[in-house]
């Protein structure tokens, strides 16, 4: 018999990308571009049993455990979408599929694809997925409804045609963990709309604790923000704290099914349980309960974070220091955090995100990312920052200000420590989200100025840096450091003069990307 509910996402979020920081952007980079070999070589399938996934994306492990709460456990099947065409059949009424990423507008892959003018590997597989679900419907006779939902859930609002087009039946749009269950009976027996957007958000108790592993051994720590940026959309969802015996219990079921490390999810895990609302100052006693209860959980051997801001790092940089110690952070186990930098302009920080440099102020922004880089670096935690280019009226003058913030850092950072300054910076593309929904995208190919394109220019050659001068040989076995270096570096390369060519042929002083300094 055929479960009655099935959940999936395609290939890109079934892989842990061998555990190599920032491998999971591989998942962004162009199909057109970037050869399937080497997309498979670092994005390996995690192991299933018979077609049932072992580990599932966090948000698809929060359906389950949100339609557990109604549904028998025979009913609700996670599978791995190589075998998804197994599990079909004439009892199955709902197949559902998670996407991060359905056609290239994410801001990573806006960047990479020229916001969906090539094709991203998430949207390739992601649309292979759906079609193979819809000929197998089609060609069994079977009548189940196939929903798309996750995080890139967003972007068919911007591509409704596509929902026709590809025999979608309906899109869920937000939070669904306390509306799953009547969500689906209403699906079943009701006649919703193709899209279908869900304006409320749960409240803590309504967030149920997954029950079966996650990839990376993710556990959910906050939801939401409240640091008021108008550019992104976890600001529109109000923060919730998860407590930290929910924390426990998803950190024990991820160790009891094989993980070893724990990554902790937050859009900014210093606001984990904050109290001081007007200066952000961050919740140290919090944070250090948090780390050490998970850090000291049987069977993690390690403990490492997922996003974060900058500014609580210089507000209480002991309170990075605690951290370090409870995850062990050293030469050995350097620890990746992706905070976003955004901006190297005073202006757009005061515009866009004034609260994002609390407790300081805008004008303060670059110093405060030089001296928060410092105690990353110091404590053994290695950036990789993101910026946005082109959101609504940057200039030129604005571009050159992040420029020199990222010649700053280059020059400053092995001044205060020496061989441990390590950072990355990946430029985005704006995309209207949050506030700005309604805006247009950022068009590389028509709105690119000579500021912006040497921003992304410097920003993308430190990566080419630190790739050759990191110490991945302290972490990875032989054969995937030389893979990285050999393959990365080549790429990169390759990436950086087809750069500079594309710069001159717009007319662009290309050599202005190293030649502006702080100073100037």
């Not at 199909?31 to 070589?41: A, L, R, T």
């Not at 929910?246 to 999810?265: H, P, Y």
């Not at 859009?267 to 309960?289: C, G, S």
């Not at 370090?324 to 955090?337: E, F, Q, T, V």
Request: a negative charge; charged letters at 25%.
């Amino acid at each position: 018999m055929s479960p009655k509910i099935i959940l999936t996402a395609d290939r890109t979020l079934m892989s842990e990308y061998r555990n190599v920081p920032l491998a999971d952007f591989f998942a962004c980079t162009p199909v057109e571009k970037v050869p399937q070999w080497i997309f498979d070589f670092f994005a390996p399938q995690f192991p299933h049993n018979n077609g049932v996934a072992i580990r599932a994306p966090y948000g698809l492990r929060k359906l389950e455990a949100a339609l557990l709460r109604e549904f028998e456990r025979e009913d609700v099947v996670v599978v791995h979408p190589d075998h998804v065409e197994n599990f079909l059949g004439p009892e199955t009424r709902i197949v559902c599929v998670s996407t991060m990423d359905p056609f290239s507008l994410g801001p990573v892959s806006a960047m990479f694809t020229g916001a969906g003018k090539l094709a991203s590997y998430s949207e390739s597989m992601f649309i292979d997925l759906v079609k193979r679900i819809v000929i197998t419907r089609k060609n069994r006779g079977f009548d189940f409804k196939l929903l798309v939902g996750g995080a890139g859930s967003w972007q068919f609002a911007y591509r409704r045609s596509r929902i026709s087009e590809l025999g979608i039946d309906h899109v869920v749009i937000g939070e669904t963990e306390h509306v799953a269950h009547e969500l689906f009976r209403e699906i079943l027996e009701g006649n919703p709309p193709d899209v279908i957007e869900i304006r409320s958000y749960p409240e803590v108790d309504e967030i149920p604790p997954i029950v079966a592993p996650s990839m990376h051994g993710m556990v959910e720590v906050t939801r939401g923000c409240g640091r008021g940026c108008r550019f992104c959309e976890p600001n529109l969802r109000f923060a919730r704290h998860m407590p930290i015996d929910r924390i426990i219990a998803e950190t024990i079921v991820n160790a009891d099914g094989g993980a070893r490390s724990i990554w902790v999810l937050s859009e900014d895990v210093f606001l984990y349980k904050l109290e001081d609302r007007k200066n952000f100052i961050p919740n140290r006693e919090a944070l250090n309960e948090l780390f050490q209860k998970i850090a000291s959980t049987r069977g993690v051997l390690h403990t490492y974070l997922t996003h974060a801001s900058i500014a609580p790092a210089v507000a209480d940089p002991e309170m990075v220091a605690d951290i370090s110690k409870m995850i062990k952070s050293g030469p050995n186990n350097i620890i990746g955090i992706q905070p976003g930098l955004e901006t190297g302009s005073k202006e757009i920080i005061r515009r866009y995100m004034p609260l994002k440099a609390k407790p300081f102020t805008p004008d303060e922004w670059f110093d405060v990312v030089i001296e928060g880089t410092r105690i990353f670096n110091e404590n053994y935690w290695f950036p990789a920052y993101t910026l946005i280019v082109g959101l609504p009226d940057e200039t030129m003058d604005d571009a050159w200000e992040t420029l020199r913030l990222i010649d700053a850092l280059e020059r400053k950072l092995p001044e205060k420590v020496g061989e441990r300054a390590h950072f990355v910076i990946a430029p985005l593309a704006f995309v209207p989200v949050g506030v700005l929904r309604g805006k247009e995208f950022f068009d590389i190919d028509k709105q690119i100025n000579e500021a912006s394109w040497c921003v992304i220019y410097r920003a993308w050659k430190h990566t080419l840096l630190e790739l050759e001068r990191f110490p991945w040989f302290s972490k990875y076995n032989l054969g995937l450091c030389l893979m990285l270096r050999g393959l990365g570096g080549l790429g990169l390369r390759a990436a950086l003069w087809n750069m500079k060519r594309w710069g001159r042929r717009l007319g662009f002083d290309v050599e202005k990307a190293d030649q502006i300094h702080e100073a100037d």
